[in-house]
């Protein structure tokens, strides 16, 4: 069975180019881009090609990049650093529907003696900047959101939220592992000060991100050790895995249009054709702006695992904010944040396209979704009465 | 992905019984939309109304709750009721080829309807849920309030599955796994129940200067109560201390919220359990 991939805010195919472009760095040019011999040489070169390739999709300069194993790690990275700067500062600002990447940290810290807030969002998902507002003082060190939610694609107001935090004199770190290479950025013109992106969400292989950091914002190393990106990041370059998200960066600014034209209009025909065909459907964070390839659905009176299991029989490959699928009892913090009433937050699935889906592949959701779907609502003890209507 | 049996798989792909009996002779509802996953069973019996002879199931739940419905239904078809009563969740997840242990409460779930089922039709009371049947005389009292649990029903639970830790209790009836207010009664009933002391999780200080009274208070409300309402969206602000006397205000998701009486009560009992016994927590406005 051919599979139907619609889950790349889970993790990406690596484009064949990408590949491609790694490749000989594994046996052939396997060399130490820090030795002085021609053979590490060669690869520096390339290794600095990357550079310039994941700063020219964000606008950066390329010393403002530095490589890490992850998104997870660049976020670890950039809020500690933040306090490790300027120490007497001791306020930690971040929202509710955060990557765990940056919550469980946060969580953390605020056991630490730390005062973590987590600003609320709206039904739709959407930031509270006023509380922003009235929260931020003197004494926040770092604050810390999203560029665009992972579970609904809802994107925050960044640039708004950098002109509260300038003011305040903190710094802005942002997680945009899900917005890097689906909407354009300019970091010339911004006032994010780091930024976290990963590889696998755009194409290039797992194991790789990046930490955008401002030039003149001071910086504290998360790992220390030797004299690797400038002492910001110690460690032995992943070579190959840096000249994937090089080449993988250089495609995303290339396939940038694609991703807001073609794959948009695929992830809306999908949307309106479900909303059109399956009764009690809610999507969620629909009125918001979002990512171009994000669709979250709630439906009402099924639960999502069944969902998700009935669609894999299909080969459809989505994920879910329910409970039963993470060994959890609660539906995702993100929906519960939005204040999704729980008869749709169990029932919450999400649809996240590429540039490698086709028209076809969504026909066949379109066909094989409200099946699904009906046949679940029929075994349902609830809401029976929309079955007549279907 | 869970790791499903390939009888989990078929019975959940091709589930036997769905559905409802008109004339049912007993009908068992347990659990709710709320709570993730619901099931209705419909039980139709012989002449002599001992047998049954015809069972069906509504589910809403995930793909083990479905499995472990139709797996019940196939199992306590040409039973009398005393036999079906026998059947213990632990058959029903065997007869499956086994669940995943976070998903056995989808195999309690059909036990209970069963027991349910068969108790509103001879009229005596059951140990269950709380929730969908305010009709009904629930036996026990409720020890979680997320998920609408009574003591009687875990205390059956965990004896007839030899639970040991109020994690496992929470994979079996899900109580302890929202706000987790619940769990030191858990492990006091599990200590019950299993005839074993209840370990003593936190030693309390024996003796506490008012200083180190107050700085305990505050550590405890910082570590082990702001984080668990942080998770539901609210907050509480420390106020004051006078004596053994806590004032706290909730915020956010918490202040005005019904609940807020109870989640008031789950800070006292925190507190007492790390700082000291006589503690008393009052909600202020601040
Ligand atoms: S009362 Fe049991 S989990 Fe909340």
């Not at chain 1, 994107?155 to 950098?162: A, D, K, L």
């Not at chain 1, 194991?207 to 910086?219: E, N, T």
């Not at chain 1, 659905?297 to 989505?318: D, H, P, Q, R």
């Not at chain 2, 739940?61 to 306590?76: D, H, K, Q, R």
């Amino acid at each position: 069975m051919k599979e139907i991939y619609l889950d790349n805010n889970a993790t990406t195919k690596v484009d064949d180019q990408v590949f491609e472009e790694m490749r000989p760095y594994f046996c052939e040019f396997y060399g130490n881009p820090s030795s002085m011999h021609f053979f590490g040489g060669q690869v520096q070169k390339k290794v600095d090609e990357a550079r310039n390739r994941v700063a020219s999709l964000l606008g950066a300069l390329p010393e403002e990049i530095i490589f890490t194993s992850c998104g997870t790690e660049s976020d670890n990275a950039a809020i500690r650093s933040a306090l490790e700067v300027s120490p007497e500062r001791r306020h930690i600002i971040t929202t509710r529907v955060e990557h765990p990447a940056v919550l469980t940290l946060c969580r953390n810290l605020s056991k630490r003696g730390y005062r973590v807030t987590e600003i609320a969002v709206d039904g739709e998902g959407r930031l509270d900047v006023d509380e922003l507002r009235s929260v931020i003082d003197e004494d926040t060190a770092i604050v810390s959101i999203m560029y665009a939610n992972n579970e609904t694609g809802v994107i925050f107001p960044v640039e708004e939220v950098g002109k509260i935090v300038k003011e305040k004199g903190a710094l802005f770190h942002t997680d945009a592992v899900q917005a890097v290479g689906k909407i354009p950025m300019d970091m010339k013109n911004s006032t994010i000060d780091m930024l976290a992106l990963s590889g696998h969400k755009l194409h290039a292989p797992k194991g790789i991100g990046a930490l955008y950091l401002r030039k003149g914002v001071p910086f504290r190393p998360f790992m220390v050790g030797g004299h690797q990106e400038r002492s910001r990041r110690a460690g032995t370059e992943n070579s190959a895995s840096i000249i994937a998200l090089g080449k993988a960066c250089e495609l995303a600014g290339q396939f940038l249009d694609d991703e807001n034209n073609r794959v948009m209009a695929m992830r809306d025909r999908l949307e309106k054709e479900i909303l059109a065909i399956v009764p009690k459907v809610r999507v969620n964070g629909g009125l918001a702006e979002r990512l171009p390839n994000t669709l979250s659905v709630a439906f009402e009176f099924v639960e999502g695992e069944a969902i998700l299991l009935l669609l894999n029989e299909k080969g459809i490959c989505a994920s879910s904010g329910s409970a039963c699928t993470s060994g959890s009892l609660e539906p995702s913090h993100v929906l519960r944040a939005m204040g999704v009433p729980f008869t749709c937050a169990h029932g919450s699935i999400r649809f996240s396209l590429s540039r490698f889906n086709t028209e076809d592949e969504i026909n066949m959701v379109i066909r094989e979704l409200p099946p699904v779907i009906h046949r679940l609502r029929e075994m349902s003890p609830f809401g029976r009465e929309v079955l007549v209507s279907n | 992905m869970w790791d499903y049996t390939d009888k989990v798989r078929e019975h959940f792909l091709n589930p036997r019984n769905v559905g409802e009996i008109k004339d049912a002779d007993a009908i068992g509802e347990v659990g709710s939309l709320a709570c993730g996953d619901a099931l209705k069973l419909y039980l139709k019996l012989d002449e002599s109304k001992e047998r049954i002879v015809d069972a069906k199931f509504q589910t809403f739940g995930c793909a083990s709750a479905i499995a472990s419905s139709s797996a019940l239904t196939e199992m306590i078809k040409g039973k009398t009721l005393d036999e079906a009563l026998n059947i213990t969740n632990h058959e029903i997840a065997e007869f499956l080829g086994g669940l995943p242990e976070e998903k056995m409460h989808c195999s309690v779930m059909g036990q209970e309807a069963l027991d349910v089922a068969i108790a509103k039709y001879r009229g005596t009371a059951v140990p269950s849920h709380g929730h969908d049947h305010e009709h009904m005389e629930m036996e026990g009292e409720i020890v979680c309030k997320c998920f609408g649990i009574t003591d009687q029903f875990l205390k059956k639970v965990i004896a007839s599955n030899e639970l040991h830790t109020a994690e496992q209790v929470t994979h079996f009836t899900k109580a302890g796994g929202g706000c987790g207010g619940c769990i030191p009664k858990i492990n006091e009933l599990i200590a019950e129940v299993m005839g074993e002391q209840p370990k003593e999780e936190h030693k309390r200080p024996a003796k506490l200067t008012n200083l180190r009274k107050m700085q305990l208070i505050q550590d405890v409300l910082e570590k082990e109560v702001r984080p668990l309402l942080w998770a539901d969206g609210g907050d509480l602000e420390l106020i004051d201390i006078a004596g053994s006397l806590v004032q706290i205000a909730f915020r956010k998701a918490c202040a005005g919220c019904v609940s807020s009486g109870h989640t008031a009560k789950f800070v006292e009992q925190k507190l007492r359990e790390y700082v000291a016994e006589d503690i008393r927590v009052e909600e202020v406005e601040g």
